[in-house]
């Protein structure tokens, strides 16, 4: 049974900086693109970061290239997502996911999802 188990959340300040982490389970990812995607209350969920488990090159959405940094830990199957200069505007609860194809042309599906972790972010 595949498991993308998200931590880390919490309350910031704007300004803070936080590391949410993704434990991946019940599969070889080797083949897929790991990222996370957020979702504000009243909004689309939408594309943040991804990394291939292969190469680990980095992909970002505008809205956080420069301060978000994604990577992935291969020894213990775990993806991270380090938060920088965080704005009100990135609260949102935080999503893991699993694709074969990624989100390069950053489409909203994946072939396996977490449940998600609250970030939120005060002024």
């Known amino acids: 049974q595949v498991q993308l188990v998200e931590s880390g959340g919490g309350l910031v300040q704007a300004g803070d900086s936080l590391r949410l982490s993704c434990a991946a389970s019940?599969?070889?990812?080797?083949?897929?693109?790991m990222g996370w995607f957020r979702q504000a209350p009243g909004k689309e969920r939408e594309f943040v970061a991804g990394?291939?488990?292969?190469?680990?090159?980095?992909y970002y959405s505008d809205p956080v290239r420069g301060r978000f940094y994604i990577s992935r830990d291969i020894a213990t199957n775990t993806v991270y997502l380090q938060m920088n200069s965080l704005k009100p505007e990135d609260t949102a609860v935080y999503y893991c996911?699993?694709?074969?194809?990624?989100?390069?042309?950053?489409?909203?599906?994946?072939?396996?999802w977490g449940r998600g972790t609250q970030v939120t972010v005060s002024s």
């Open positions: 990394v291939p488990w292969i190469t680990g090159r980095t």
């Open positions: 019940g599969r070889t990812f080797s083949r897929y693109d």
């Open positions: 996911a699993a694709s074969t194809v990624g989100w390069r042309d950053r489409r909203i599906e994946a072939d396996y």
